[in-house]
């Protein structure tokens, strides 16, 4: 996973590890650990959430999630 990608994403959204979590209805420890990959993914149904909560084109998707 590419956090820089994903945090740069983030941040141009205005959103913070807490705002992504109450959005994707998750503790803001998992989405934190998520995005430092430790031990635990985004499940495609976050990844597909995510996508549309920011517009993200397909290949941006790929270079967040599937580097």
Not at 9 to 17: A, E, P, S
Request: glycine fraction near 2%; hydrophobic fraction near 40%; proline fraction near 3%.
């Amino acid at each position: 996973m590419n956090k820089a990608l994903l945090r740069s994403v983030m941040v141009l959204n205005g959103d913070t590890n807490k705002s992504l979590a109450a959005f994707l209805n998750i503790s803001e420890k998992s989405v934190n650990d998520k995005i430092n990959s430790n031990g635990t993914e985004f499940r495609q149904s976050e990844i597909t959430a995510i996508k549309e909560r920011y517009n993200l084109p397909p290949e941006k998707v790929i270079a967040i999630f599937f580097n």
